[in-house]
């Protein structure tokens, strides 16, 4: 408990570190690109520019209500205590200013969600441990520069990449916990994810086939309620798209983007038909733009040399790696599936089929009953998730790269992707911190183990010498758990040592230090 209150209390200077950086850094108002027309439509309620970010219009006008309740209330204490002047609304900052403090607040919140991820996927439990990778995502994500740039303006970005740690932290705890509230929830958060930002999808589309895979037991025991469920859930996520059309018809704004009152007008404004639907950019040069492997080569360089600090890929792909193989894998399992406090052993004389059935019943966990050998495949999951993002994102994307303007148009939709690239980082740094901490005990108890090599060579030597009269009766246990000693502390692959009776028979194998001293008769000592 103590371990977790420090850790908790580590985690929120770190956050709280990280905003306090980006609040000095903050735009003070309107910094530029689509920054004034989205907050001057969520100021009136209007429509932003296709596909309309309805819920970024809604978190606007919401902060400029609770800026003016502010104000009221700041003035009415003011004049309750006999000072005048000083409470209007004008003195909490413009409206600009609010939004660029919650694009802060939303990167921050994406930064914690990266660094519960980098937690839960530890190699070795305690904040000791995962503390290093969860600081490092968490510090390199929040100020690289494309990151740090859109965290300091009013933008959809921000909340787009909170959206999408959400989403990866909310499927890496369905995949350990198997509860269906946490699928629900994921279900919820996607639906809210497309209101803002139809990239988003594909994170989405992998990511929901693996829920699938996960929830396949649920659904084939109950799959009219699972799937309804789940479907309302996500409805409801899109409600936010409601607002487009109510307030097209009901209240049109001057100024606002395209004629959503209308089913046609709606459906053209949200597929982006002004853009094209599939496309960045409606341009001349956009037939011509550069090709798929351009763009992954420019990512590429982009993450090594101006975002990554040229250590996060490589610490990245060490994550990959670790994520990947079998001993990476198993710290994604839930400890529930280890066994607990109900788990039962088999009972004696039953058969393997029967024993197998039972250890496999008792790695499902939760109430949609998820395998924890399934569940570890959530790192692949991920990588996958990553790899398709690419694919169809720079198959698709259109805007010239040697345009420098355009250039970092098609930059910040990097954003997304940049969320899994830190969050392989801090898991890479957490993997190479174990393993170096592996090396250095493996290295120190080698040397312990090869002092003690010239007296079990010795007591070797004279084994080999007396095969005829030599049994374990001669052999007291200090000297045979000295010589056991020095093979497995110094990591030898020998396990097993044959002795002699005195009629010379070969006897079985000791394997432990323990099985020597048990060996041991009285009558030696």
């Known amino acids: 408990m103590k371990q977790e209150l420090l850790a908790g209390a580590g985690f929120a200077a770190v956050l709280s570190l990280l905003l306090i950086e980006l609040l000095r850094t903050?735009?003070?108002?309107?910094?530029?690109?689509?920054?004034?027309?989205?907050?001057?439509?969520?100021?009136?309620?209007?429509?932003?520019?296709?596909?309309?970010?309805?819920?970024?219009?809604?978190?606007?006008?919401?902060?400029?209500?609770?800026?003016?309740?502010?104000?009221?209330?700041?003035?009415?204490?003011?004049?309750?205590?006999?000072?005048?002047?000083?409470?209007?609304?004008?003195?909490?900052?413009?409206?600009?200013?609010?939004?660029?403090?919650?694009?802060?607040v939303l990167t921050v919140g994406a930064a914690f969600c990266i660094g519960c991820i980098v937690s839960l996927v530890s190699p070795k439990k305690g904040a000791a441990w995962w503390g290093g990778g969860s600081v490092v995502a968490m510090g390199?994500?929040?100020?690289?520069?494309?990151?740090?740039?859109?965290?300091?303006?009013?933008?959809?970005?921000?909340?787009?990449?909170f959206f999408a740690s959400l989403i990866l932290l909310l499927v890496l705890l369905f995949a350990q916990r198997g509860n269906f509230s946490i699928a629900l929830l994921g279900a919820f958060v996607c639906g809210l994810a497309l209101c803002n930002q139809h990239t988003i999808i594909l994170y989405e589309a992998p990511l929901?086939?693996?829920?699938?895979?996960?929830?396949?037991?649920?659904?084939?025991?109950?799959?009219?309620?699972?799937?309804?469920?789940?479907?309302?859930?996500?409805f409801l996520g899109l409600l936010p798209y409601a607002y487009l059309p109510i307030i097209g018809t009901l209240s049109p704004k001057h100024g606002s983007w395209g004629h959503v009152s209308t089913l046609e007008g709606f459906l053209h404004h949200f597929l982006r038909r002004d853009y094209g639907t599939f496309k960045l950019f409606s341009g001349e040069q956009g037939r011509n733009a550069e090709g798929f492997w351009v763009r992954n080569s420019s990512y590429a360089r982009d993450a090594f040399f101006e975002q990554g600090l040229y250590c996060a890929p490589v610490l990245a792909v060490v994550g990959i790696l670790a994520g990947?193989?079998?001993?990476?894998?198993r710290s994604v399992k839930a400890p529930q599936a280890a066994g607990g406090k109900n788990s039962k052993k088999p009972a004696q004389g039953v058969s393997e089929a029967t024993k197998a059935k039972t250890k496999?019943?008792?790695?499902?966990?939760?109430?949609?009953?998820?395998?924890?050998?399934?569940?570890?495949?959530?790192?692949?999951?991920?990588?996958?998730?990553?790899?398709?993002?690419?694919?169809?994102?720079?198959n698709l994307a259109n805007l010239p790269l040697h345009n420098k303007?355009?250039?970092?148009?098609?930059?910040?939709?990097?954003?997304?992707?940049?969320?899994?690239?830190?969050?392989?980082?801090?898991?890479?740094?957490?993997?190479?911190?174990?393993?170096?901490?592996?090396?250095?005990?493996?290295?120190?108890?080698?040397?312990s183990g090869i002092s003690s090599f010239p007296r079990f060579f010795s007591w070797l030597r004279s084994l080999m010498q007396r095969p005829q009269t030599c049994c374990t009766n001669e052999l007291g246990p200090f000297e045979l758990d000295h010589a056991f000693a020095a093979f497995e502390q110094g990591d030898c692959m020998l396990r097993k040592l044959p002795y002699r009776h005195a009629d010379g028979a070969v006897a079985a194998d000791v394997e432990r230090s323990s099985a020597w001293t048990r060996l041991a008769p009285s009558s030696s000592r």
Not at 140 to 161: K, M, R
Not at 431 to 441: P, T
């Open 324 to 329: 990947l193989f079998p001993w990476g894998r």
């Open 140 to 161: 390199l994500f929040t100020f690289s520069p494309l990151i740090w740039q859109y965290a300091t303006t009013a933008e959809v970005f921000p909340l787009n990449t």
């Open 405 to 447: 303007l355009l250039y970092g148009i098609h930059q910040r939709f990097w954003m997304q992707p940049n969320v899994l690239l830190f969050t392989w980082a801090g898991i890479g740094y957490n993997w190479l911190w174990w393993l170096l901490g592996e090396g250095l005990q493996r290295g120190t108890d080698a040397a």
């Open 26 to 104: 903050i735009s003070p108002s309107i910094a530029g690109g689509d920054s004034g027309e989205l907050v001057a439509e969520g100021c009136i309620l209007g429509t932003a520019h296709p596909p309309g970010y309805p819920l970024f219009t809604l978190l606007v006008h919401a902060l400029v209500q609770l800026r003016v309740w502010l104000g009221k209330t700041v003035q009415k204490g003011l004049e309750g205590g006999g000072t005048t002047g000083g409470g209007t609304p004008d003195t909490l900052g413009s409206v600009a200013y609010h939004v660029n403090v919650s694009s802060a």
């Open 360 to 394: 496999e019943e008792q790695a499902l966990v939760g109430d949609s009953q998820v395998s924890a050998t399934d569940a570890a495949w959530t790192p692949l999951a991920f990588l996958l998730t990553q790899l398709f993002y690419f694919g169809i994102f720079h």
């Open 208 to 234: 929901i086939l693996f829920m699938v895979f996960l929830l396949r037991r649920r659904l084939v025991a109950k799959p009219i309620g699972t799937c309804l469920s789940i479907g309302l859930a996500f």
